[in-house]
């Protein structure tokens, strides 16, 4: 049977804004005493928690018996549905005030993501995406840039926080970018870089030491927006494989030409 989708994502785009609503009313009560490390640089707090709590219930009444993979919890039994939920993308932010964290929910049916929803949360823009039906931001279609050249373009990434395995091939690629593009940027959250990507602020973006709840919604979004996805290798496995390399299409080619010259064949 066919899942409503149109529906189903309608009903997460309110559940995550009603989790937003409890985020951000947590903001200016949090303080340092609020932290926990799950390890070097991993930080989380009873924001993340009670935020991921929340996501899994109403995600659990929107689709009854379908499975969970979340960050602070772990993955439940597989099932054929599966929510992928990074409860706030963008904790570290969170925790110093800066303005961009979002919420990322993302159903992926036989490891596939078929929806996927992202709310940055700051803006007030909620991204959203159903295979084969194109990209929304707040309900209004959204399409990658169509620049042409890398030399034109402006693109993101993001910085390792503790696995420094590739940190000089890492910095080797960020200063070939440096001197080929518009410009690099460094937001803080990869669903968010995802989504910029899609609506055209940004005609790409690149990051590895990631996890699927880090991007599988908004890898989808950047899909039905019309732009490409590939792993650092070239391949298709960006999604679990750990590095992700997101383009207007436009630029693909010119893009994994210089991510190939320093990660391809690398383990990841």
Sequence with gaps: MELPLEDICNKVVALTQGVGRFI??????????????????????????????????GLLRILPGSGIL????????????????????????????????AISVALVKDNEPILGIVNELNLKECYSAIKGKGAMVNDKPIKVSPQTKLEDSLIAT???????????????????????????????????????????R??????????????????????????????????PDYIFGRSIAATNAYIHAQFMNRVTKYFGGKAL
């Design 202 to 235: 940004f005609e790409a973006f690149y990051e590895y030491g990631l996890k699927p709840w880090d991007v599988a919604a908004g890898a989808l979004i950047v899909k039905e927006a019309g732009g490409n996805l590939s792993d650092f290798n070239n391949g």
């Design 24 to 57: 951000l009313g947590e903001r200016d009560k949090f303080t340092q005493n609020d932290i926990e490390k799950k390890g070097f640089n991993d930080l989380v707090s009873y924001v993340d928690k009670g935020s991921e709590k929340a996501l899994i219930e």
């Design 70 to 101: 979340a960050e602070e919890s772990g993955e439940s039994e597989k099932k054929e549905y599966t929510w992928i939920i990074d409860p706030l993308d963008g904790t570290t932010n969170f925790i110093h005030r800066l303005p961009c964290f």
């Design 158 to 200: 993001g910085f390792p926080y503790n696995d420094f395995a590739l940190h000089n091939e890492y910095m080797d690629l960020f200063k070939e970018f440096m001197t080929c593009t518009q410009g690099i940027r460094r937001i803080g959250s990869a669903s968010v870089d995802l989504c910029y990507v899609a609506c055209g």
